[in-house]
């Protein structure tokens, strides 16, 4: 579910060098959104190692399934999957329902009832567990898929000719989507699907019969079976999936994304709980630029209609049950449920198609305080109602795809159409939206798609590693990419022979646009935002990217890429240079230091490394896709290998693993308990360690480490810590609490050096009062800083972007460096990540 709204409290914490400056806080510890609920490189579609990774089974689904005589298999697919051992603490048990080893011999079950049900494997959990895919459907015959296929295709690329052509709307099955559990202690979508597919395996009435004649049915049983077992909103690895999809750093993520772009359903609902009475999208503004969102409000709107009728048609009452009546945000509130990041799932498939797209939430809490407080039959009686209410919402979008199975498909085709042709996008009225109540100047969000975006190659381009790595993440989100077979000027520019090209005359625009665009500055627009509101890859992943506003491509010698090239290299002789300016150099470097090689860093921050290691470079630059370049410089500070403790986020763990750091996470409690410092050479602290929590030997063994190494803080956590100890002489100041985005910055420090000139922040600091020997590694650039996102000053006209204007963003000293930014949020921003890497290893000693 989308949280509800923390508490916010003023803090103020004293510090030895004066009083930490805190604007209001969220009271929760993962500085929760306020009102919504929270990469490793992206391994899809590369091709080298680093970027080829992706499990064999989402690959396979990826993958045409064929028959013994290699034809694409028809309908069904069935398959006996092999149930998983028994697992008696599997947090679903206690509400009555299904564990997830009962779902695989349930899907067994449900195939043999006839010949609707398909089951396929679309991936494996980050805990390893199947991720199951149900397909139901009227037979098909191997002829018949194929067909299916080809209309699929000629609806995304080549949209005009499929508005013409009759077999689209006389035999095309609308696709519709149901995705479950993504959060894991949400539990209740996933069995009122199993019951729904037993219903349509099993009706003989000709409405289900017509039903699957047309459609295409798809179910994601459980998004996500590591929190379903363990009763956690996260996966195995602590990431919220419904935050995910932009960044695709999780397994689960990536095999959601996966069937999104093969299935392109038109219709799709995400079952979430628990908000009381049951919430259907659409939702409040603002609304993603990128959509056409016109056709998007007219198809949702009306779904939802019909499921706040079916669920209050369930006669579930406040008196009776303790259920309140269905709302439908877009009409019943008036900010504080948003759909404008492209990191929910509805809101992600959106830019593949799908028309018709929602966020459910269940009325009856069964989870967190409620799971471990209530009896176990009020539990039960509640998930009994919760599967009721999703079993309806399903019920009813079903009924909306089978009556408007036709308008669904050419509104799908209108979508690619737009985008195929340039075509403006349509701003919603009560003239282009007809029966939306409601809809006013503040439902308007449109934007200028540029003509292209180039991805330049040689000298322009800040690192060929970093744009390898984008051409590839925009590849696996079925972004059409083009590669320069010579030298090209476009808008008045030149290019060198192997840039990349996203032409923006694509069905899915909107997709490549919201990546690589810089977003829109929407602070004055809504006094609140659900979750994040700045993404923008463009700037974040490390890449150089240009926007071309205009102009033809005629002339622009390109060639289509499935892949982008590798730019892995290793100079012949001599001794080599590393660049460290890419978390997948840091992850070469460190990979280099875990083999026992001796590297020194050069005074320009990069690595030096032995001829002699030669055959292990040539191994690393194959696997991380890097370069080694030849190198005459001698001397240098020895690098060791480091092993780092860590209180830190999922994501920020995440992301230290993947620059392959030795890493122990630690918290408060670890240390109160006992936490053996030797061996360890850094601290790193940005959640769960509060100076003032630990015990007199906790802070005894702390101070003495400290005193002997050094502290890389980040936020509020980071800079209260350093206030504790007393590490570095700095004033922080607390921006709002709920500012988020990307900001302007200018680097002018070591550790920054070769950084992108954009940084992404979450509940901004800044540092005044620099003492003596603290040195200002990188500053929040002059006027307003923020490019994207949201970014208001407090009633008192302090704590906003035009306060933190010119101030310091990250400073350092001899035993500490603080963090004023987000540089590794949720795993995504890339082209961050090298400063904390290098704040790590100069700190380590």
């Known amino acids: ?137 009227a037979p098909e015959s191997s002829r018949e898929t194929r067909a299916q296929d080809r209309m699929r295709e000629l609806i995304e690329n080549a949209p005009q000719a499929a508005a013409k052509d009759p077999a689209v709307k006389k035999t095309y099955k609308t696709p519709v989507f149901f995705n479950n559990n993504i959060h894991g202690n949400e539990w209740e979508g996933t069995d009122a699907a199993l019951g729904l597919i037993e219903q349509l395996a099993t009706a003989k009435d000709t409405k289900t019969a017509d039903l699957l004649a047309h459609s295409r049915l798809y179910f994601n049983i459980t998004a996500n079976p590591d929190g379903r077992i363990a009763g956690t909103r996260a996966n195995a690895n602590g990431f919220d999936l419904n935050r995910d999809f932009i960044t695709a750093s999780q397994p689960e993520a990536r095999a959601m994304r996966q069937i999104g772009i093969d299935k392109q359903p038109a219709v799709m609902v995400d079952l979430h709980g628990y908000v009381n009475g049951t919430l259907i999208e659409p939702t409040t503004p603002p609304h993603g630029e990128n959509y056409e969102y016109d056709l998007f409000l007219k198809n949702t709107y009306a779904n939802a209609l019909g499921m706040e009728a079916a669920v209050n048609d369930l006669g579930y009452t406040p ?30 498939a959106a830019f593949h198609g799908t028309v018709a797209a929602h966020t459910v939430e269940i009325p009856m809490q069964v989870n967190n305080a409620a799971y471990d407080s209530l009896p176990v039959a009020e539990l ?206 840091i992850a070469a470097l460190n990979s280099l230091l875990k083999q026992g090689v001796s590297v020194r860093q050069a005074a320009d921050g990069s690595a030096i490394v032995p001829g002699s290691a030669r055959a292990k470079a040539v191994v690393l630059a194959r696997e991380y896709d890097v370069a080694f370049d030849a190198t005459k410089v001698t001397g240098g500070t020895p690098l060791r290998l ?6 830190v986020t999922p994501g920020e763990l995440f992301a230290l693993r993947e620059m392959n750091f030795d890493v122990v996470p630690v918290s408060t409690a670890i240390l109160n308990a006992g936490f053996d410092w030797s061996g360890t050479d850094v601290l790193f602290a940005s959640s769960g360690l509060n100076h003032a929590g630990l015990n007199t030997a906790a802070r005894a063994a702390l101070g003495a480490f400290l005193d002997a190494h050094g502290l890389v803080g980040r936020g509020v956590t980071g800079a209260a810590l350093n206030a504790a100890t007393g590490l570095l002489a700095v004033q922080p100041v607390a921006g709002d609490g709920d500012a988020n985005g990307v900001v302007r910055v200018v680097n002018s420090g070591a550790l920054t050096t070769g950084a992108p000139d954009h940084s992404f922040v979450y509940a901004p600091l800044w540092f005044t009062d620099l003492g003596p020997g603290v040195r200002v590694e990188q500053s929040y650039a002059t006027g307003n800083p923020l490019v994207s996102g949201h970014w208001r000053p407090l009633a008192d006209g302090t704590a906003g972007p035009t306060a933190a204007a010119g101030q310091a963003s990250v400073v350092s000293g001899p035993h500490a460096v603080l963090f004023g930014t987000e540089p590794l949020f949720r795993d995504h921003p890339k082209g961050e990540f090298p400063q904390v890497a290098r704040a790590l290893l100069a700190l380590a000693d």
């Open 319 to 348: 008196a009776k049950d303790g259920v309140d009546p269905a709302q439908i945000p877009f009409r019943d509130q008036e900010e504080g449920w948003d759909d404008w990041p492209p990191i929910f799932t509805p809101q992600y």
């Open 1 to 137: 579910m989308r949280l509800p709204r923390p508490v916010l409290t003023a803090t103020v914490i004293a510090l030895a060098t004066g009083s930490l400056l805190l604007t209001p806080q969220s009271a929760t510890a993962d500085r929760k959104p306020p009102v919504r609920e929270g990469s490793g490189q992206e391994n899809g579609q590369g091709s080298s190692a680093a970027r080829n990774s992706a499990s064999a089974a989402l690959n396979a689904l990826a993958t045409p399934v064929t028959d013994l005589s290699g034809s694409t298999a028809g309908y069904p697919r069935e398959q006996v999957l092999t149930p998983d051992p028994e697992n008696p603490a599997d947090k679903s048990i206690k509400l009555g329902l299904t564990p997830y080893h009962a779902i695989a011999p349930k899907l067994n079950a449900l195939q043999e009832l006839g010949n609707r049900v398909s089951v396929e494997v679309a991936g494996e959990s980050a805990g390893g567990h199947r991720l199951y895919l149900v397909t139901v459907t």
């Open 380 to 585: 039960k009686r509640r998930s009994a109602i919760n599967v009721d209410v999703a079993g309806a919402a399903m019920r009813a979008t079903l009924n909306f795809a089978q009556t408007h199975r036709t308008s669904l498909i050419a509104d799908q085709i209108e979508v690619f159409r737009r985008g195929v042709t340039g075509a403006e996008q349509v701003p919603v009225s009560a003239e282009t939206v007809p029966g939306v109540p409601g809809i006013g100047p503040e439902d308007v969000y449109t934007t200028e798609f540029p003509r292209a975006y180039v991805i330049p190659a040689g000298a322009t381009q800040r690192s060929a590693t970093a744009a390898a790595r984008l051409v590839d993440h925009l590849l696996a989100n079925d972004v059409r990419v083009s590669r320069a077979t010579g030298g090209f000027r476009l808008a008045g520019r030149s290019y060198a022979k192997g840039s990349y090209v996203v032409d923006l005359r694509q069905a899915k625009r909107g997709m490549a646009n919201v990546m690589l665009a810089d977003g829109t500055d929407i602070s004055d627009k809504v006094s609140v935002m659900y979750d994040i509101s700045g993404w923008s890859l463009g700037r974040l992943w490390g890449a150089t990217v240009t926007p071309v506003r205009s102009g033809s491509l005629s002339a622009v010698p390109l060639r289509a890429v499935a892949a982008a090239t590798d730019v892995g290299y290793v100079a012949p002789r001599g001794d080599l240079r590393l660049r460290l300016d890419d978390p997948q150099e």
């Open 642 to 647: 480091t092993r780092v403790a860590a209180a």
